[in-house]
Every structure is written in C-alpha cells, then in structure tokens.
C-alpha cells in the first residue's frame, strides 16, 4: 500500500496574506536543493514574486475566470473529492450552477481543501550547475514577459480589490488548483502502475473542457512548461528529484501550517559567500603553484586534512576510517590484513581504548590470571579479537627468599626486582586491567649478561627494543601530546589511498585533458569504500597545470597528516590526534610511471618495479637470434625508495644521477611523495589489473580474433549467435550484448563479461579447428588468472592461492609465447604479445597482493567511473576559474550529506567585542528528514550508484538463475525455474520450483579439485540434472554463490559445463566443491 498524506489548506488565509503584501510562499523553511541552478531561478523567481504574480491575476485572460460557475466548480470539485460517496457527481453538478460564496459555512468562512498526495519511489540523478550564473537580482530574460513591474498606487488598488468578497471566492478557485498537484506526481512513475491514482471520468468532468485543457491542471501545466520547456531539464531523473522536493516542501507546509518563505536563488546557490550564513562552508583552499614552463597559475584543493575533520565529527565515524592490522593467518580479505598495513611504523596504532582506560605503547600492565606484567609493544586483531604484544616483565621475591632466579635480575630496594623477557607474548587487550609505574632506572648499569640467566628472560641493560620501549624513547612518543588540564590525546589512525586519473574536459571525452585527484579512506570495507559518496575529490585543473604540478600542496597537506593534526572527534567527544599516513597510490599504469620517477614502458627499463631490459630490445641486438625467446621475468632486481632518494638528491653531472637515467629514472616533480614517510612509489603503486588484463591482453587477444583471419565469416557468425545467447543468463550483474565487430570500442566492462565466457563458447564452437586451438588454450589460461584475480578476499588457504596465481601467470605467459610462434609461422600479422609490458606487470601482481589484498581493493574502475561527475560539473561552469568551481561544488556535496548523516559544525558565535566558536549540532528537522521522508537519501544521494562490474553484488532470486544454494544447512547445485500457477482460491501466484544438479565424480588422481571430478580440458565440471523440478518455498532458499551452467557438453541437454571462468568461481570450487559433492 502506498502511504497517502492528505493535505488541508483553508482559503480563509489567502486574501489576508495578500492584503499584508506576503506572498504565500515567502517564510523560510528547509527545501532540499534541486540541481539545475537556471530551473531554480525559475521556480523561486516565479513563487516568490508577488507583484508580477498579482499582475498576472489581473491581465489573465477572461476565460480564466469564465463565467461565475468556474469559481463554483472549483469548489464542487473540492466538495466531490471530500465526500467520496456514490452521490459525490450529482453533489458536484449540482454545485456547479451556484455562485462561489455558497463555499462558504455558517461562520461566513472558506471550508477547507483536500487533496491526496501519494508517496512516489523512484531513483534520482544529480544535475550539475554553475555557481556564479546568477546574482540575487538576476531575471531570466525568457520568462521576462511573464511579469510586469507594478508600481505602489497598482499595488495599493491590487490591495483594495484583494479584500473584496468576490476576490476571496475568486482566490479560493485559484488555491483548488493545488489539488491535482498529487494527481501529476502520482502518475510520473511507469514502474508500477499499481501505485498510480486511477481517475472516475465523473471525478474530474471539467479536466479537457476547463481553461487548462489538454492540461488536467494548471500545475501540471506549470509543471510541463518547467520540464519540458527547455533543455535545462533533460533528464528524468531531475524531473523525478524535482517533483520528490515539491512533495517534501508540501508536507512541510501542511505540518508547520504557517507560509512558508522562500530563500533567493543567490541565497542557495552561493550561500556560502553570504556575511550571515549559518550553514557550515567547505573550506576549499588555494594555492600558488608553478608549472613546467615557469607559469604561475592558482590550484583550488579540497585538502584531504579538511576532509578528515568534517568526517571526525559525524557519529561513528572515528572507528570506521580507523583500523587496527589483522593477523589472521592465512587471510585476506581487507586492506588491513597486508603486509605494509602490519609493518610500516607509521600504520601502528600507539594506543588504544579498553574498557573507558587508555593503554599506550610503552606501558607496563598488569593482566587478569597472570602474577607477572607486561611491556605492551603492539596492538593488532587476529581471529576477531584485540590483541597485543607484549614482553613479560618478571617480579623479583624478597631477599630473605634468597631466590635462585634473582641473582639474574636487576636489583632495586627491599624487594623490587625486575627483568623483561627477550620473547614476546600475545594477551588479551579487555583482560588488561591497570597499569603499572616504572623507573627505567632499575634496569642500568647492573652489569648482567643474558648468558648468565638459565632461562634467558634479560638482556644487558635493556637494549634494542625493550629499552626503547621501557625508556619511552620509541616513535610513540611523538604522538603523546596533552590535553588541556587532563591526560594524554587520543591518538586515531586513519590510512589514506589516492587516487589520479585524467578525463575529458568535452562531451565527446577527446581532448581538453584535466588531470584530477580523489582521495579514499582506506579503512573502509571494500562495498563501502566504493560507494559514490565515499570517494572524495581533492583537484583537478587542465593544461596550465598537470598532475605533477598539483603534486606540492597535496603532499604538504600528506605530511601534515602524518605527523598528526588535532581535530576534534564525536565519537570520542574530545579533541584527538588524528594520524593519517598514505597507504597507496591508484592509477593507471601511465600515472603510476609518471609519478614514480619512471619514464614509462617506452623506456628501456620498461618496469617501474624493476630493472627488467626491455626484451624487444635485448632480443633485437642479438645477430641470428630467433624472433621470439621466452623471457625471464623475475630473475631482475627490485627497484627501492632508497636510490629513488639518492637519485632525487643527486647532482645533475654526478655519476648517480647518469646511472639512475640508464636506468629509466627521470627528475620531473614526482620526487615529491619521497617527502612522506610512509610512502614507497617502488612498492606502494600496485598493479592495476583494469588496464592490465581486461583493457590489456583481453583486448589484444579479442582484436587478434577478430581482425585477423583466424576465423571464417560464418564462424564470426556462429561465435556471436552463442555470445547472444547468453543474453539470458542470470548468474552475471550484466551480460555482454554488443557486437564483435565494434571491438575496436569496447570498454573495461565489455572485456570483463567477454573473458568469462568466450573460452568456453570458443571451445564448444571451435575445438575441433587447429588454428584456433592455441589461441583457445591462451583464452582459457587468461579466463581462469581472471577468475582468481577478481576476487572480494580470500578467507583461507591464502599461501595456496599465491600459488594458484603464480601458476596461472605463468601458463599465460608460457601460452603466449607458443602463441606468437604460431602466429609468425602461419603468415599472421606479427603480435608480439611476449614483449607487451603488461604480460611483465602480470608477474607482479602476487607482490601486491600479499604486500596489501585483493586486487580489487585497488582497481580503479571505481575512480574512471567518478570522472563523469568531474566532466558534468565541468560541462556547467563558466570555463573562466574551473579549478575553484569544480572543487567548490564537490565541497558543497561533501557538506550535504555530512549534515544528513549528522554531523556537527562550528559557528562563531558574539562574545564581548569579538567572537567565540560554538560547536553546534544539526536540527531535529534535519537530523530526522529520511526518517519522516522515506526515500530521501535514496532520492537525494543514492540516485548513481557506481556499476558493479566485478560481481561483488549477490543476485537476487529470479527465474532461470542457477547457483550454489543453502536450504536446512545443506549446500547443492541447481538452476531455479518459476511458473505462474493458480492458489487453491483460484488465485494467480509465482510458484518457484528448483532443478538440482550433482557432479560427476572422477577417479583420475590428476584432477585439480578434490575429490576428483569430471571435467573438460580446462578444469570446467561437467554436472548433471539430478531428479526433476521440485517446488520450494523461496524463503527457505540461500543464494551462496551464482554460477554460469549455460552451455552443454557437446549435442546433449542433460550434460552441462560448470564454467570455472566466472569471477571467483575457480578458486571458490577449490575450496568448497566437496561441500556440495
């Protein structure tokens, strides 16, 4: 059922609200803005102008006033709506011959209106506007006709006539008009049309014969002229939003039942330029930079440190940027189970808040169930528990005891003896129960060697780590700062990735390149981290400046962060230490060489990793070579941060800096994230895998088949009637549906549904064909690396997946090789797919992976899908300062969604003869706007999300998905099938019935999978139907995980492929096929 709000408005306020001169929409209240700032100037111009709207009234023509039944038949409309009774047409008809005072009741007032106005559920767009369009005064020249200035004598006869009794019948008919408003916004939604208002023709019998017609309403009517009257309002999802904040502003109105005022244009558009603004203002700032030809230009930068301070103030946000590493072994499932975030000093968390008392790195505790204390030296998770390391430190007994093991100790009073462990414990953090005071003096100069301890448990005189620790000389102490009259800051730690990209100023995506940065709470879950509204713009600028020129004030603001900066946090409700080191750089493989010091894969050192020669050249230099040999891609040495520094210092004419440019080194400013400390540009720029394996060597192998003659016309034919077929298939987020022949146009997203299942077409198809065999073989090699690589996380066994990746590299590598052979010895045109920089980059990807996660934790088709918003707000400016309104605009999204999600804000507040600032909290209005507006956040921030094209999403339930499925526990394979059927009441229902299938087992001890199955000569599983359709009850139903059993084993039906190629369905079979055996 759809909610229904019904609305009341008494015609008894209108000639008294004109009389004083007050518009009816003129008190101020919170409208959400509507993208589109020419619409807005519209709208508000129109409503909020009374004198041209009374002048309007005036010089209408006479057949919108008609004779004296057309205010009458306002009214039996309103009467008719109201009585809903099957006598609800006569009242009206008969009505309809009265005069309008007849309206009136026995206190000679207007009787109330109703109009019913449904709730409408549609998904919304976001328009993009320039902010300095319009000024406070600005008319619209094309609606200039509309309106005629009035001078005070016209509005003072206006006033006169307004108190007439025949103008207040006269205005009552005009408000009626408000009633169908429902009816157009009822009926702007095709998705459901059980939603929709259904109209008796006896309700509204004047609709196509009044002065609206063919209208059903003047508002739709303004409606229709506002949406459709230009192209300022092209989309539908504006025109949806549109109507969604008329309806808010509705409900507002018959809430607070008082007028309401409607702010200026400027004071909307560029509120934060006013003197008196409340509204918190993104402070975007702008810098003085220098470019490559010594020009200096203005950079606008929303500084990710701004960012980081407005998110510390929402409400749980502190513990969701922020994250302890995870040692859980044999895992990797998010950016804090990585090497670096384990090791790197800089991503160690120096305290930590249990149980309402903070514990530093340093401190000796005292633990429940153990008599002896420890020096904390590291706090981690593991396994879902807080955890820490530690070094026990043992008490000594008293002298008269004259205990063996305190001759090893160290000494201090009557009976405070000591020593710390050289091994270090792991205890539980919520079982920490106080600390304990130390005096690193009783552990100097005693003179005693470990070797003379039996159990090894000192050191001489504390050193290394220990002593760094119990002398409070560690790097935690550069983040111990106080608190005003209280004790030490907290400290929260919130790693950072960045991401560069560079887009198209123009519609057409050619040419005008901006280059931009966006910043990502590392932190985050991955379904969360790529969410529209978690990806934050830092800059962007064109030509004048490129990304290396935006480098300096972007790592100012990174080292600043690193060292910390005090902010203040909600959760905590105090000042904090926030610490935020960058964890990793995203781009693609261009932008990284560029900003690593590389001079890309033209180079001779084609590799920013390594010092791998280019093989096209070293092979090319050998005499009689033959054209292909198989290349050695890991036997080169690692490129490191420490010559990066040496190379950047070094003396132009020194013979450092002449080996570094042997070396494919290059100074051009990049050398400005050496700066950060926590930053390595040799290891933290990890592989890319869009650019590398969808946009890389499936698009050379695609372009290979189709542009070569490989395959016949009417083969071509046959491969792209079996990609149609799989139009149908369910168990993909979306299935290829374009044409081969355009592969020259593909994107990223065409190649990632081709490599999945084109190896197995291509087999069933052509296996019997020897030219095409090979490249059949390099296809499946390629699918199953993709399978493995496009993964959400890997929960365990996670050794053996590097192995399976490693393995899989090299059969793709070993493929294409015998693939160029083959090619160059059938008369093909040469590939040389052995010497494509990225088939070497493919070698790194398990360095990535281990050193940080899953390879989707970094790809950046998130990031190339943000740069369509940067394009359409770039569409809508000026082009005059495109740095300053694009950053502006983000910031004032930015500061939207952080008020809805409830964020606090600093105000100046008078005191004495200056100001004081006042943290101030959101209203109840706004705090509470999607609770009492369903739909708001999904209408005003949810409407384009990002694609999920690496099937991170589950599907839902739907006719023909096959799947593995859980029901009572128990896991099986099986394809749904839904029927519409009729109820035991002669009722139509979807009934949902369940096909299973079993696996084949196999006895071959080769077989991959264990136990051994049935499969073809790609490790795809043969499966067969097990029984018939078999009804279930849907909810009873789990989808575990979608799989792909579209094609068939030769001519049979029954005998279907298990397709291992899909995105994470060869590693899951792997590990779970014996669960569903």
Not at 260 to 278: E, G, R, S
Request: aromatic share 10%.
């Amino acid at each position: 059922m759809v909610p229904r709000i019904s609305l009341r408005f008494s015609t008894s306020f209108v000639p008294k609200i004109f009389k004083h001169g007050k518009s009816l929409h003129n008190k101020e209240e919170h409208i959400p803005h509507t993208d589109g700032y020419r619409q807005l100037n519209i709208c508000m111009h129109r409503l909020r102008n009374r004198k041209s709207y009374e002048k309007l009234l005036k010089r209408r023509p006479a057949m919108f006033d008609g004779p004296s039944s057309s205010a009458s038949t306002a009214t039996a409309t309103a009467t008719a709506t109201t009585t809903a009774t099957a006598t609800a047409t006569t009242t009206a008809t008969t009505t309809a011959t009265t005069t309008a005072t007849t309206n009136l009741n026995s206190n000679n007032e207007p009787a109330p209106m109703e109009f019913i106005i449904e709730n409408p559920q549609d998904t919304y767009g976001h328009e993009i506007s320039d902010e300095d369009e319009y000024s406070d005064d600005h008319i619209l020249s094309d609606s200039s006709d509309d309106y005629d200035e009035t001078t005070d004598d016209e509005d003072m006869d206006t006033r006169v006539e307004y108190d007439s009794q025949d103008h207040i019948a006269r205005m009552a008919a005009e408000m009626r008009t408000f009633q169908s408003l429902s009816h157009a916004m009822n009926a702007y939604s095709n998705e459901d049309s059980s939603r929709q208002t259904s109209y008796r023709p006896d309700d509204f019998a004047d609709i196509f014969t009044g002065p609206t017609r063919p209208f059903k309403s003047k508002v739709e009517f303004i409606l229709h002229a506002l949406f459709y009257g230009d192209e300022d309002l092209a989309s539908e999802r504006s025109i949806k939003k549109i109507m969604f904040a008329m309806k808010m502003v509705l409900d507002v109105r018959e809430e607070s039942g008082v007028a309401l005022d409607f702010p200026t244009p400027n004071a909307v558009i560029n509120y934060h330029k006013q003197k008196k603004n409340q509204i918190p203002v993104f402070p975007t700032a702008s810098f003085d930079v220098v470019n490559q030809d010594n020009e200096r230009h203005v950079l606008w930068m929303n500084k990710p440190s701004d960012y980081i301070k407005f998110t510390m103030t929402c409400p749980g946000k502190s513990s969701q940027i922020s994250a302890l590493p995870d040692f859980t072994e044999n895992q990797r499932l998010n950016l804090n189970q990585g090497e670096k975030w384990k090791e790197n000093p800089l991503l160690q968390h120096p305290m930590i808040t249990s149980n309402g008392m903070d514990y530093w790195v340093g401190d000796v505790v005292e633990v429940q169930g153990s008599p002896n204390r420890y020096l904390l030296e590291k706090f981690f998770t593991k396994d879902g528990s807080i955890l820490a390391n530690a070094f026990q430190v043992y008490g000594g007994h008293d002298p008269w005891l004259n205990h063996p093991d305190d001759t090893h100790f160290l000494r201090f009073g009557n009976s405070t003896n000591f020593a710390v462990s050289t091994l270090k414990y792991t205890i539980e953090v919520d079982r920490i129960m106080s600390t304990v005071q130390k005096d690193s003096d009783l552990f100097l100069g005693r003179g005693f060697s470990v070797s003379y301890c039996p159990a090894k448990i000192v050191t001489y005189a504390l050193t290394g780590v220990q002593s760094d620790l119990w002398l409070n000389k560690s790097r935690v102490e550069e983040f111990k700062r106080r608190l005003p009259g209280s004790g030490l800051m907290k400290v929260v730690v919130c790693p950072l990735n960045l991401y560069s990209d560079d887009t198209s100023g123009n519609s057409t995506k050619q040419y005008n390149k901006y280059d931009s940065y966006l910043m990502y709470f590392a932190a985050l879950p991955l379904e969360t981290r790529n969410k529209r509204e978690n990806a934050l713009f830092i800059c962007t600028s064109n030509h004048t400046l490129n990304a290396i020129e935006m480098l300096p004030p972007i790592v100012d603001d990174l080292v600043r962060l690193e060292k910390g900066i005090e902010m203040y946090s909600e959760d905590h409700g105090e000042v904090v230490l926030v610490v935020a080191p960058l964890l990793l750089f995203m781009g693609d493989n261009p932008r990284q060489s560029q900003l690593a010091m590389h001079k890309g894969t033209s180079a001779k050192k084609f590799c920013r990793k390594c010092l791998i020669p280019s093989p096209r050249i070293e092979q090319g230099s050998i005499p009689d070579a033959p054209p292909y040999s198989p290349v050695d891609h890991r036997g080169s040495e690692e490129r490191t941060r420490d010559f990066l520094c040496a190379f950047a210092n070094a003396d132009s004419q020194s013979e450092l800096y002449l080996n570094g440019c042997e070396l494919s080194y290059i100074k051009n400013g990049s050398e400005e994230f050496l700066r950060l400390e926590a930053f390595d540009p040799t290891k933290d720029m990890p592989v890319e895998i869009l650019h590398i394996i969808p946009l890389g060597l499936t698009k050379y192998l695609m372009t290979f088949l189709w542009k070569q003659k490989m395959l016949t016309t009417s083969e071509k034919g046959r491969l792209q009637e079996a990609l149609n077929s799989y139009k149908s298939c369910k168990s993909y987020s979306r299935t290829f549906r374009n044409k081969l022949r355009h592969t020259g146009s593909f994107v990223g997203r065409d190649f990632k549904e081709l490599i999945q299942v084109l190896p197995g077409i291509m087999s069933k198809l052509f296996s019997d064909k020897p030219l095409a065999s090979l490249f059949i073989k390099a296809l499946h090699a390629l699918g199953r690396l993709s399978s493995l690589v496009y993964m959400r996380g890997v929960d365990r066994c996670f050794d053996y997946y590097i192995a399976q990746i490693k393995h899989a590299v090299t059969d793709v590598t070993d493929l294409l090789f015998q693939l160029d052979v083959q090619i160059l010895q059938k008369g093909f045109s040469k590939q040389d797919f052995t010497f494509k920089p990225k088939v070497h980059l493919l070698h790194h990807i398990t360095d990535d992976i281990v050193r940080f996660g899953s390879v989707l934790q970094y790809e950046t088709e998130n990031g190339e899908q943000f740069n369509k918003f940067i394009r359409e707000h770039l569409f809508k400016t000026n082009r005059h300062s495109t740095s300053r309104d694009v950053a502006t605009r983000f910031g004032k999204q930015f500061i939207c969604r952080h008020l809805c999600n409830g964020g606090s804000y600093v105000v100046e507040k008078p005191a004495g003869n200056g100001t004081r600032s006042v943290r101030s909290s959101i209203g109840d209005f706004v705090k509470l706007a999607p609770v009492n507006f369903p739909g708001f956040n999904l209408h005003f921030f949810g409407s384009r999300v990002n694609s999920d094209n690496s099937r991170l999403s589950t599907p839902t339930l739907c006719d023909t998905l096959a799947g593995v499925f859980q029901s009572n526990g128990q896991l099986f394979l099986g394809q749904v099938k839904i029927v519409q059927a009729r109820d035991s009441a002669d009722r139509m229902r979807k009934a949902f019935f369940m096909q299973k299938y079993q696996i084949v087992p196999n006895s071959n001890v080769n077989c991959i999978y264990t136990p051994a199955v049935v499969t073809d000569n790609y490790n795809n599983i043969v499966v067969l139907p097990l029984g018939g359709l078999v009804e279930v009850n849907k909810d009873d139903i789990n989808i575990v995980q979608a799989v792909d059993i579209h094609l068939s084993v030769g001519s049979s039906n029954n005998q279907k492929f298990l397709n291992v190629a899909k995105f994470g369905m060869f590693w899951w079979m792997l590990m779970n096929i014996a669960k569903i055996y």
